[in-house]
């Protein structure tokens, strides 16, 4: 199965980030201890809707890398995978 946003969307799958972290004194932090909730996620495009990039010149394609909030879009669950379905405006930055 495949998603084919439509609109402005884009379909984006989330990337896992290094889930270790320590402190100085070498003690390992769960990650129910990181202040994770207000900073934006990455996620990699894998489709885009059919009209991104119709009324502005937006250079998103995909493959991209890109930063969205935590808390935009729609998550979806298809075949065990998480994706998330955003608005292009959603979009912050591309990470190249």
């Given amino acids: 199965m495949q998603i084919r946003p439509l609109n402005d969307n884009v379909a984006v799958k989330y990337v896992e980030k290094e889930q ?12 129910t201890a990181k202040d994770d909730d207000k900073k934006p996620q990455q996620g990699k495009i894998i489709a885009l809707g059919n009209q991104v990039g119709k009324e502005v010149d937006i ?6 890398l890109v930063v969205f909030d935590k808390y935009a879009g729609s998550k979806v669950n298809i075949e065990d995978e998480e994706y998330v379905i955003l608005n292009i405006e959603d979009v912050l930055a591309v990470l190249e």
């Fill in 20 to 31: 270790k972290e320590e402190t100085e004194g070498g003690i390992v932090l769960p990650d």
């Fill in 59 to 64: 250079d998103l394609k995909v493959g991209d």
